[in-house]
């Protein structure tokens, strides 16, 4: 892209030089800002007519407004504080916002500001915090106005195309985690073999399955399935300098568990006749609460809390073709739990669980065909990803050239 034929020292070490015809000035003589009106929580409704904006953004709706037409708000409490929005509506800003209105091209300001990261103007305390002097305080520097005018219409332009390509590029990533979820239901209920007769499973939501492979239930399938306990709180000898894994069910990854984030004492294995030491390769799943259905493969020793139900020493079952199955039944295991806001599975329920029975040649041949298109799968959503992440720093890049005059747009 072009660059203005002469260039002057802003003054401002992070700013750099600036065209020669811009003017450097504070914030504050450029754009009235102050602070919004507190609102009470009762007044924030799902069905309101009038978004409420506060210091991450939109807190909610109410029926009354205190701010119309086109105004800047800046987030001025919370992690996000500091995010920009430009908004041409009536709205309600409440206390935890700034809004500030310019006689300059608002959206001009808007892109220098969301350049300038007033995030980093934030204190360091546990509730981050910028005010409106802060703000106010900051350089900038200043084209005239019509060439505001150019910068922020290009800028609008160039950033809803890359936004677009953005927003194209996560959806890719979403339609591979479907293709991936297909692909493992697929293979693991119906085989790679397009051609193989079909019989009825005798399970509803299961359907048709290869003629020649066998149902079983988990219980048929696994010399262990078991659980585990939690040592007494409080009780330090058998938590403190532990050295034996101890997995809780927020450990569960839906992929091997190389670690734990709690380890127990030898004092608890001793104590706790429950506290069994499962090997690796053992499957576990999560039988409470949110996590209900989440699952692992160990890889390393471990015991386990009650939540957790571990499935250990397959017999003429590959333990991976079992972690895909279950992973495909998710949705029906979760379908099997009792309770109310806090669902739940036990033991007897997961040991009566069917599963399809191929003979382990054919396991090994679903599990490698998984394996070999999720491998495929993952290549293609981490080249997308790291479009995204090309993407976001061009876009930063862009609006960084553009409002301090680094490039010329006419």
Known sequence: MERYEKYKDSGIEWIGEIPEHWSIAKLKYYLCIQSGTGININDIQDDGAYYVYGGNGVMG????????????????????????HIINNDIWISDNALWGQSDQNQLFLYYYLKYFDLNRLANKNAQ?????????????GFPPLPEQTAIANFLDRKTTEIDDLIAKKKRLLELYEEEKTALINRAVTKGINPDAPMKD????????????????????????????????????????NGCVNWLLTGDL?????????????????????????????????????????KLGILKIPSTVNQACCVMAKPESLLYKFAFYYLKAAKKEIINLSYGGGQPNINQELIRAIKIPFPNIIEQKEIVSYIENELNQLSIKKNNSRKL???????????????????????
Not at 128 to 140: A, C, N, R, W, Y
């Open 388 to 410: 995204i992440d090309l993407l976001i720093e061009y876009r930063t890049a862009l609006i960084s050239e553009v409002v301090t005059g680094k490039v010329k747009v006419t």
């Open 128 to 140: 981050p915090l910028i005010t409106g002097t802060m703000v106010k305080e900051q350089f900038v």
């Open 201 to 240: 499973s005798g399970i509803e939501w299961l359907g048709e399955i290869p003629a020649h492979w066998e149902v079983k239930k988990l219980s048929w399938c696994f010399g262990i399935i078991g659980s585990g306990t939690t040592p007494k709180a409080g009780e330090d000898k058998y938590y403190e």
């Open 253 to 293: 990854n839906d992929s091997e568990i190389h670690e734990t984030t709690k380890k127990v004492t030898q004092d608890a294995i001793n104590k706790y006749t429950s506290l069994k030491i499962y090997p690796p390769d053992s499957l576990v799943i999560a039988m409470y609460g949110a996590t209900i259905g």
């Open 61 to 84: 709706k109410t029926n009354k407004f205190n701010s119309s037409g086109e105004v800047l708000i800046i987030g001025r409490v919370g992690a996000l504080c500091g995010n920009v």
